[in-house]
């Protein structure tokens, strides 16, 4: 199923979310930056500077700070193909473009929807 990040009405890009963690509920997947990414971009950049290593332990806690709060300002809303809105706890771009290639880049949402866990059929996954 095909996932869109949209900032406000903005379409940031798309993901299909292929990976699974229902026990958690976390999806996440190759992230597809549309037009509107490089408004949010240099936010998510942030992350990818203060921990260089994806998995990594951060190296620089002013800018993983500096993340977060700006972050947690965005008006950031996940959505189904056919346009709903998922109810979603945190997202996260990880943004390594600049240090791994045009494909390193993946989006990571926590998502407490239950409705969600219902219509994607893998609420058992892991």
């Known amino acids: 199923m095909r996932h869109i ?3 406000n009405d903005v379409i940031l890009g798309h993901s299909q979310l292929e990976e ?3 026990l958690d509920r976390r999806v996440w997947g190759q992230f597809h930056p549309g ?3 490089e408004l949010v971009q240099p936010i998510f950049r942030l992350f990818s500077e203060a921990t260089p290593m994806p998995g990594g332990e951060p190296r620089d806690e002013i800018k993983l700070a500096r993340y977060f709060a700006a972050r947690d300002k965005l008006p950031l809303r996940l959505e189904d193909d056919r346009g ?3 109810k979603t706890a945190a997202i996260h771009i990880a943004d390594y473009t600049l240090e ?3 494909d390193a880049i993946s989006l990571d949402v926590l998502v ?3 409705e969600y866990w219902e219509v994607r059929g ?3 996954t892991r």
């Open 5 to 7: 990040l949209k900032l």
């Open 20 to 22: 699974v963690d229902a």
């Open 35 to 37: 037009f509107g990414y």
């Open 84 to 86: 709903r809105a998922i």
């Open 100 to 102: 791994r290639g045009p």
């Open 112 to 114: 407490p929807d239950e």
């Open 122 to 124: 893998d609420a058992g």
